[in-house]
């Protein structure tokens, strides 16, 4: 079910700072952790907050890191390894709590939600899975939960991201939310001209805000989304 009702032109900026199974070098780490650096410090001179996938949210220098800046929130990142398919619905939320602890209010997900996970995640108090982009890009309601899908993917091969943001976003439309997803792995591993992009992705961001957007993490949106008076599929 598509949101629609109270409609305002919200951003939400999200970042996966996650390794692949490949990729578990030390080396790798060292990168995603100056990946992770960059990005913390850009957001800060751009005063945006971001919603950051890690797969154990509340453990270790990168959580703390994001933790530091109070604008920020720690999702938990599911690996494709652990797709919850594996989980009924308390054992799912077992799994949560055991990588995440008790503050995690956003989940990362690779496949669909069934019923009971949806169920248990919400009486877990997850308010918000965001997707990889597989279904149509936005904000639904699926078995009761809201589900976000990225919009735009960033560092992109397709175009050139100055020239394609403006394209995507348009900042007249108000829209329930628009979700943008940074994939740190990618920009560790794939050089300047993808730091450059995901940098460029947060300036725009910055824009967005400054033209009177209102960008947010992934967890307040889907709270301002729940309290909006009027619904419609």
Known sequence: MRLGGMLTNRLVLT??????????????HRRLHEVARKLLSHLAIRQIPATFGLSRPGYGQLADWI???????????MQPSGDWRQWGGSGLVGEVR???GDSVRSVFAHGPL???HASALRSAGILAIRGN??????????????????NIQAPSFLARLTEWLPQRFDFAKPTPAQVMRICGETVANA?????????????FAAKFRDRGGSVE???????????????AA
């Open 15 to 28: 970042i996966d700072l996650h390794l692949s199974a490949p990729s578990l070098q030390l080396a790798h």
């Open 67 to 77: 933790s530091s800046d109070p604008q920020h929130e720690t999702a938990l990142l």
């Open 98 to 100: 055991r990588l995440a």
């Open 114 to 116: 069934g019923l009971d």
């Open 133 to 150: 982009g597989a279904t149509l890009p936005g904000a639904s309601h699926q078995n009761g939960t809201l589900w976000f899908e990225p």
């Open 191 to 203: 050089g300047p001209w993808a730091t450059d992009q995901a940098l460029r992705a947060i300036d």
């Open 217 to 231: 993490t992934l967890a307040n949106c889907a709270s301002q989304l729940e309290a909006s008076p009027v619904k």
